[in-house]
């Protein structure tokens, strides 16, 4: 198990620079097969997610070469084998290969996906946009076969602007025969940015980035270089870690306005912010800090994702914040930790109430997944004496090098093996 240490109260300043979108990268790895050439992506973060990813794609003989930061992908010579559940248990995203081998193959074989335990997590929209294409779904033991003599272009409305499921129907959709619609599409950059990838080898994608996607089908897609924009999740942790104990902390590679919903609340907190085309300077974490109320809401609303970071920050505010959970049910795990470190929190159906301001101090706490991880590196960061997160590994699925990161800006930090 990875563990990580952390001697916390001490000031950050410096610079830190964003990796590649996480999110977009784990759609962008199986969205590549669809291309009967080769496609090159680069600025692809280091983080186990990707390897698990690779990982798949050499079970299905697609050549792969990595270098830094860039992938270079040929699936000229795969074959389209049933994914084990070995291999998709290890992340959500591996659902993204149901669509692309649709798509390619008219032919699917593969387990449920895993991922972090932050809901129910179902992939109803996802096959009932497939079923919607022409193609057939069974499951028999979690596994799940989809297959189609031919796909044909259709209108899909989602129930729920699903990511996954917009971006699993653009992947099966891409090569169908006519033209599909998807309306009340999810709206997220990861979206454009595999749509815009998609685009470049020949897709005919308009619309992505609205609510209603269109998609002319194509029969061949041919090579390209494409790459993956800055990770607004890890820009938006960044940036809360400066708030909490930053001085002039630089987050550099950023796109504003990705993030602008958390950057309006960190203004009505009272803190100081330099925002400028390509970064985020925290100038200082004021004293005392005004309490606010969050909603998470699809994109451009509060990101989920963010929402356990930026509980942490809402300890330090004066007075009583609300956090709204309306993306995710399970995703508050990281409360008793927080508690645990001396915050004050409540949770009741959906909703936190955070009574702060309150001192933390260093103690054991766990990950219990990706988010609620980087909330506990936040917590680590800012209380007094030493912090010990154990089954750090969800943090390594979604942040490149943290612990070097933060080291740069002057954190004491280390992770070790136990
Ligand atoms: C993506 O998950 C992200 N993951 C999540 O990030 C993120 O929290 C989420 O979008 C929302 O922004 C990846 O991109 C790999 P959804 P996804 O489908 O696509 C329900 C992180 O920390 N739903 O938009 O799985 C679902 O239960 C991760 O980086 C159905 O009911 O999310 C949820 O309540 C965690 N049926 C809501 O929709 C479906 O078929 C939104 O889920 C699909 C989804």
Same mark, same amino acid.
């Given at each position: 198990m990875k563990v990580i240490e952390i001697e916390g109260a001490r000031q950050l300043s410096g610079a830190i620079r964003i990796s590649g979108?996480?999110?977009a990268t784990v759609a962008l790895i199986p969205a590549a097969i669809l291309t009967d050439e080769e496609a090159t992506i680069c600025n692809v973060p280091e983080i186990t997610d990707t390897d698990a990813l690779c990982d798949i794609l050499k079970q299905l003989s697609v050549n792969v070469n990595r270098s830094t930061e860039s992938l270079v992908i040929n699936p000229q010579n795969m074959k389209n084998v049933e994914i084990k559940e070995e291999y998709s248990k290890k992340l959500r995203a591996s659902y993204y290969f149901m669509g692309a081998l649709l798509g390619k193959f008219k032919k699917v074989v593969m387990h449920f996906p895993g991922g972090c335990s932050i809901g129910a997590r179902p992939i109803d929209l996802h096959l009932k946009g497939f079923e919607a294409l022409g193609a057939k779904v069974t499951n028999e033991k979690n596994k799940y076969t989809v297959e189609a003599k031919e796909l044909r272009g259709a209108n899909i409305y989602l129930d729920i602007a699903s990511v996954g499921a917009t971006i699993n129907i653009m992947l099966a959709a891409v090569k169908a025969k006519g033209t599909t619609i998807i309306d009340n599409a999810a709206k997220e950059p990861e979206i454009v940015n595999v749509a815009t990838?998609?685009? @470049?080898?020949? #897709?005919? &994608? $308009? /619309? #992505?980035? %609205?609510? $209603?996607?269109? &998609?002319?089908?194509?029969? *061949? @897609? /041919?090579?390209c270089f494409h790459e993956v924009i800055p990770d *607004?999740?890890?820009?938006? %942790?960044?940036?809360?870690?400066?708030?909490?104990?930053?001085?002039?902390?630089?987050i550099d590679n950023v796109i504003p306005e990705h993030i602008d919903s958390l950057l309006s609340k960190l203004e009505e907190l009272g803190l100081h912010l330099e925002i400028g085309a390509d970064y985020v300077i925290v100038l200082d974490s004021p004293k005392e800090l005004k309490p606010t109320n969050i909603k998470t809401a699809v994109y451009p609303g509060f990101? %989920?994702?963010?929402?356990?970071?930026? %509980?942490? @920050?809402?300890? *330090?505010?004066?007075?009583?914040?609300?956090?709204?959970? $309306?993306?995710?049910?399970? *995703?508050?795990?990281?409360?008793?930790?927080?508690?645990k470190l001396g915050a004050n929190i409540t949770v009741k159906n959906q909703t936190a109430i955070v009574q702060g301001p309150t001192e933390l101090k260093g103690c054991e706490v766990v990950a219990t997944d990706l988010r609620a991880g980087a909330a506990m590196v936040a917590a680590g960061l800012l209380a007094e004496g030493k912090t010990t997160i154990t089954n750090a590994e969800h943090i390594l699925r979604g942040y490149e090098q943290i612990v070097e990161k933060l080291k740069s800006v002057g954190a004491k930090i280390v992770i070790k093996e136990i």
């Open positions: 979108a996480k999110n990838f998609l685009n @470049l080898m020949g #897709a005919k &994608i $308009t /619309g #992505a980035g %609205t609510s $209603t996607i269109k &998609i002319e089908g194509v029969d *061949r @897609l /041919g090579k *607004r999740i890890e820009a938006g %942790t960044y940036i809360i870690i400066g708030a909490l104990c930053g001085h002039n902390l630089k990101a %989920t994702d963010l929402q356990q970071p930026f %509980t942490v @920050l809402l300890t *330090r505010a004066n007075g009583k914040s609300k956090v709204e959970e $309306t993306i995710w049910e399970n *995703r508050f795990m990281h409360v008793p930790y927080l508690n």
